[in-house]
Structure formats: structure tokens, C-alpha cells
């Protein structure tokens, strides 16, 4: 019999460390307190028994739901069979009793973390990719990126975005603009246009997807992010690569979510198995990714942050946005044997709100570098499963950063390195 489970996932934060320019936002939405649950569940059905019947599974749990007085925000019909709904804990009970019903678990809050060539599209040496061609004449790498995050400024000068692909899952009667920031600067890590303006990113031109998961104030809900990942799952044949600057606690099962009922992670796994390729963050707690999802997860390619100041090995960079060791793992950032790759993610500047342009830390600002690679490979191997993906990213790594400084897991993950792609 189905029981109503507690969330692995507690609170997710957008990855973005503290830092002398900017801080990433830790509001609760109005009425909410961090790890509180409000009446919100997220409830994943069975597999359809036959072939064609998962959508009149999935319609008819809606109706029943709804009879039974749930009120149903999200329905999940790729990544994910099943339906978010706000209703009492005793409907919340008697739909976990459903015969179709897999699992129903709290639905809880999430929040919060002249053309120059950024230190660390220098450091990742995208600049010297013959596919990212920089040359400051627009060419544009050919692929597709979702930023699953506080929505894409898409008006800015200085991005690809493909506005007819984007998804408000905060708000969904509203386009998913950007008032936060984040998602426009993860997105400019990404891939900003290979012009005479602003920065470039690391996959220039490519075209972003924006998929508004969170509110201005960078709050939001697991089914909000679950939505998110359902709408890059339903255009998996276009989108290849998909940025999650955002995490929490939890594990990974081992079994794509079936066994501790994390929902998050069954999406994603079903995601990667339609070819979608998920970039991470690690997290900046400064503690064993193994505890945050979804860096936990085997299926991503979970990225921790190097402090780098000048774009170059050596250690001789001198401090700028915030105080740390040049060539090392950040002072902030996560670590440990679910870390596949260490990229920039320190005083990174990129595209932000309004048009504008901010400097920002954090593996936020790591996993978007490794996003951008990702989108390089994809380009010029169109047939490249996201395990293939994540091994031609990881074994071009290099080793030239200082270890073990910040990092206490005995593992030299490598340093992104984008040359020959």
C-alpha cells in the first residue's frame, strides 16, 4: 500500500555563494517558512500498465484528485507520471491509498543560489575552441540549453533566447522573465553572443531555453523545479543540455528515486534517458556533495567551483570580488566523490537583469561553464548519449590546480577544459 513519504529534498538554494557584489536571495514566499510544508504534495503515479495509457492515467488520477477536493497546479506527463495539488493531509492520506497512486510526498520550498572574455571561459579555454570559434564575429554554436532557474532576461543584447521554448512553472500565466538575475547570469555563462558588446560565454550563441522554476525572490517548490524538468523532458528532441544552478539536502538511492521516493531524481533520470545532458551545482556548503541533491545524483555531471582570478594556472592571481587562494577549490564549495568536474565559479562575470551585467560567485556560476561545454560536444556530435557527454567532458580534464587547499575528500576532480571540443 502507498504511504505518504517525507521528502529527501528539505530546502533547495540556488548555488550562488556569498560574495562582496552580490548575494544570492533567501526569502521565503510570503506565509512560508524554509522547510515548511503548506498543504502543497506532489504525487507520482504508477507505471501505465499498457503502452499509450499513461495519459489516461494521468487524466483520470487529475479527476479523481479533484473530486476528492485537491486542487492540482502542475500536471506531469514526460519526466514524470503524476500531479502536484495543494489539499488537507487527511486527502493527502486517502489519495496515497489510490491503487495507481506510487507515492505522495510534501511538496517544500525552494529558494536560493567593449566585449571581454571572462576569466573563466579563459580558464575552461573556450576561447580556444575551434567550435566556440570566438573571434568576436557572432558565430553561433548550434545547439539548445534550458536554464532551469529565476527565468532569462530575454530582451538582453547580449543572449540567444529562443522565447517560443520558455516555461513559467512559478507563475504560469506570465512569460519566464528574469527579475532576480540568476538565471540571466548562469545564462550568460552559458552561451553570450560572440559580439563587440558586453562578454562572451563559453558556447556563444547558443539558444537558451528559459524555464522560470522560481519567484523574483528566488523562492519557489519542488513541483515547481519537477514542472521545470518535465518541460525540457517534453522537448527532448530539441533541447540537449539542461543547467541546474540549484540544491538541497538529500541522497541519491541508487535507484533513480523509486526506492527513497524522491520524485526530483525519477524525473531527471527519465530526462537523461530521452538524452537530455543536466549540468550541476555541488553546492556551497563547504561539506561532502553525497548530502545534496541533486549533485548527489549519478545521472548529472555535478560541478564544484575553483577559485580563479586571472584566467590562468599558476596561483598568481590576486584576490578581486571576494577574499580566497587563487587555483583552488573554493572556500565555499562542496566536494567529494559525486563531484565529476571543478570549473570557474569565482568573481565570474556575466550577463544580469535589466540588460545589465554583474559579477557573481558560487558553484552556480561553475556548472553553467560545464552546461556551455556540454552544448560544445553536443554541437559537433549531435548522436552523443549524456554518459558520453559527461566522459568526453571528464576525461579532457586537466590537473592544473592546486589540491588538496580547501578540499577534504582526498579526490582531484578535473578542471574543465574546453580547447579541443
Not at 499498457?50 to 487524466?59: I, Q, W
Not at 532551469?148 to 521554448?165: E, R, S, W
Not at 559580439?195 to 562572451?200: C, E, F, I, K, P
Not at 548527489?296 to 582570478?309: G, K, P, Q
Request: glycine residues 12%; contains cysteine; proline residues 5%.
Amino acid at each position: 500500500m502507498p504511504k505518504i513519504f517525507g521528502a529527501a529534498l528539505v530546502v533547495l538554494a540556488l548555488a550562488a555563494a556569498p560574495s562582496a557584489t552580490a548575494v544570492a536571495g533567501t526569502t521565503a514566499e510570503p506565509g512560508q517558512t524554509h522547510g515548511q510544508t503548506t498543504g502543497r504534495y506532489i504525487v507520482t503515479l504508477k507505471d501505465a500498465p499498457e503502452a499509450g495509457s499513461a495519459d489516461a492515467a494521468v487524466n483520470a488520477a487529475v479527476v479523481r484528485a479533484s473530486s476528492m477536493g485537491a486542487r492540482v497546479s502542475h500536471v506531469y506527463r514526460h519526466a514524470l507520471h503524476g500531479y502536484a495539488a495543494s489539499m488537507s493531509a487527511a486527502t493527502a492520506a486517502a489519495v496515497a491509498d489510490e491503487p495507481g497512486v506510487r507515492s505522495v510526498e510534501p511538496d517544500l520550498p525552494v529558494r536560493i543560489a567593449a566585449q571581454s572574455v571572462p576569466t573563466g571561459v579563459d580558464r575552461a579555454e573556450a576561447d580556444l575552441s575551434p567550435t566556440a570559434a570566438i573571434d568576436g564575429k557572432d558565430t553561433r554554436v548550434d545547439a539548445d540549453v534550458a536554464v532551469i532557474d529565476t527565468g532569462v532576461d530575454a530582451g538582453h543584447p547580449d543572449l540567444n533566447v529562443y522565447k517560443a521554448g520558455g516555461k513559467n512553472c512559478w507563475l504560469p500565466m506570465l512569460p519566464p522573465s528574469d527579475m532576480h538575475g540568476h538565471g540571466t547570469h548562469v545564462a550568460g555563462t552559458i552561451g553570450a553572443l560572440d559580439n563587440d558588446t558586453g562578454v562572451v560565454g563559453v558556447a556563444p550563441g547558443v539558444r537558451i531555453w528559459p524555464v522560470q522554476v522560481l519567484s523574483p525572490f528566488g523562492s519557489g517548490s519542488t513541483s515547481n523545479v519537477i514542472c521545470g524538468i518535465d518541460h525540457v523532458t517534453e522537448h527532448a528532441d530539441e533541447i540537449e543540455v539542461a543547467n541546474m544552478s540549484l540544491g538541497g539536502s538529500g541522497k541519491d538511492d541508487g535507484n533513480c528515486g523509486k526506492t527513497n521516493n524522491d520524485a526530483m531524481h525519477q524525473a531527471i533520470c527519465n530526462s537523461v534517458a530521452r538524452g537530455v545532458t543536466y549540468a550541476v551545482a555541488a553546492g556551497n556548503d563547504h561539506n561532502d556533495a553525497a548530502g545534496f541533491v541533486p549533485a548527489a545524483y549519478d545521472e548529472v555531471i555535478t560541478v564544484s567551483a575553483l577559485a580563479d582570478f586571472d584566467g590562468k594556472s599558476g596561483g598568481l592571481g590576486s584576490a578581486t570580488c571576494r577574499t580566497d587562494r587563487d587555483d583552488t577549490l573554493a572556500d565555499f564549495s562542496n566536494y567529494g566523490r559525486d563531484v565529476d568536474l571543478i570549473a570557474p565559479g569565482v568573481c565570474i562575470r556575466s550577463t544580469f537583469r535589466n540588460g545589465g551585467y554583474s559579477t557573481l560567485s558560487g558553484t552556480s556560476m561553475a556548472a553553467p561553464h560545464v552546461a556551455g561545454g556540454a552544448a560544445l560536444h553536443r554541437a559537433t556530435h549531435p548522436g552523443a548519449s549524456p554518459a558520453q557527454v559527461k566522459s568526453a567532458l571528464v576525461n579532457a580534464g586537466g590537473m592544473d590546480w592546486f589540491w588538496p587547499s580547501e578540499d577534504l575528500d582526498g579526490i582531484k576532480e578535473p578542471l574543465l577544459r574546453l580547447r579541443a571540443f
